[in-house]
């Protein structure tokens, strides 16, 4: 089955830019039919996603993160990639890449769900 | 579009029933899942399109609901439930409802 494991500095100085990476196993990114997301946790909160990439590159983001956010892919690799600049102690979370499953109507999304997560890595945003 | 779920905390005895409610601010999907997460963990995915239950979660677990008003409920708690459990739409999760041993 799809497994994802992200991978990436657990510490990341303030103002610096925090870089992440998701692996995907047992699937393929490029075979298409599911968005690839990035979702965070602070700790002890609740769960914020923070944008998705589809296997062609095109790209959606949280609004509130927007101006910060770039997610990419390496479909040679099997990877996606999220980057948050200009990070602060606000930006301190565990992050998560997950598979997005979407059902479409008249082209719009109906309903979608995220399945399956990676494990989580905590990133700290600290001088 | 806002989530909220309710309660934010519940204390439940093994066997119990047990029933926590999301309510969307809108009404823009009919649909709705719900996730289950515990400490150090990755959410699970439990139900998806607001009552399907994904393989190989136990049927203990239901969903239902559409329009604004969503509710997963567990039928005879298990030790293993004790957890946190989240609903999502779109791009959107609840703060989560911490269900607690008695």
């Known amino acids: 089955q799809v497994q994802l494991q992200e991978s990436g500095p657990g510490l990341v100085k303030p103002s610096q830019t925090l870089s992440l990476t998701c692996t995907v196993s047992?699937?393929?990114?490029?075979?298409?039919?599911?968005?690839w997301s990035w979702i965070r946790q602070h700790p002890g909160k609740g769960l914020e996603w923070i944008g998705y990439i589809y296997y062609s590159g095109s790209t959606y983001y949280n609004p509130s993160l927007k101006s910060r956010v770039t997610i990419s892919v390496d479909t040679s690799k099997n990877q996606f990639s999220l980057k948050l600049s200009s990070v602060t102690a606000a930006d301190t979370a565990v992050y998560y890449c997950?598979?997005?499953?979407?059902?479409?109507?008249?082209?719009?999304?109906?309903?979608?769900?995220?399945?399956?997560w990676g494990q989580g890595t905590l990133v700290t945003v600290s001088s | 579009i806002q989530l909220t779920q309710s309660p934010s905390s519940l204390s439940a005895s093994v066997g119990d029933r047990v029933t926590i409610t999301c309510r969307a601010s809108q009404g823009i999907s009919s649909y709705l899942a719900w996730y289950q997460q515990k400490p150090g963990k990755a959410p699970k995915l439990l139900i998806y399109?607001?009552?399907t239950l994904q393989s190989g979660v136990p049927s203990r677990f239901s969903g239902s609901g559409s329009g604004t008003d969503f509710t997963l409920t567990i039928s005879s708690l298990q030790p293993e439930d004790f957890a946190t459990y989240y609903c999502?739409?779109?791009?959107?999760f609840g703060q989560g409802t911490k269900v607690e041993i008695k």
């Open positions: 047992g699937g393929s990114i490029s075979s298409g039919g599911y968005y």
């Open positions: 399109a607001a009552s």
């Open positions: 999502q739409q779109l791009r959107t």
């Open positions: 997950a598979r997005e499953g979407a059902a479409m109507g008249f082209g719009e999304l109906l309903y979608n769900w995220f399945d399956p």
